[in-house]
């Protein structure tokens, strides 16, 4: 079975940083997108930014452009989003989820993508 696990949210206050991590499991690291979405309550789930393993271009959205980094290691099965200059809006719980079997750049559709994280909550004080 696919799973995935993010670690790395806490409670941070405004301009400090965050390196969250999906690890992967029994999934296979060839062909896949990955992407992190966030999510606050009441609120519909947001993409942040994504990575594709046959696409070097990544996406971000606008609201972390400059601030987040995505960025993959394959032989430890695991994506990172590090985040930096954190805002108080950045507070959210944050999901990875995963497809297998993906070719071209990546996107931030929640429909495209098979398997999901359990989320971690990030916040940030003002």
């Known amino acids: 079975d696919v799973k995935l696990v993010e670690s790395g949210g806490g409670l941070v206050q405004a301009g400090g940083s965050l390196r969250l991590s999906c690890a992967a499991s029994g999934f296979s690291f060839d062909d896949y997108a990955i992407a992190w979405f966030r999510q606050v309550p009441g609120k519909e789930r947001e993409g942040v930014s994504c990575i594709s393993s046959s696409d070097d271009r990544t996406y971000y959205a606008e609201s972390v452009k400059g601030r987040f980094t995505i960025s993959s290691d394959n032989a430890k099965n695991t994506v990172y989003l590090q985040m930096n200059s954190l805002k108080p809006e950045d507070t959210a719980v944050y999901y990875c989820?995963?497809?297998?079997?993906?070719?071209?750049?990546?996107?931030?559709?929640?429909?495209?993508?098979?398997?999901w994280g359990q989320g971690t909550q990030v916040t940030v004080s003002s």
């Open positions: 989820a995963a497809v297998s079997g993906y070719s071209g750049i990546c996107v931030t559709l929640i429909t495209v993508y098979d398997y």
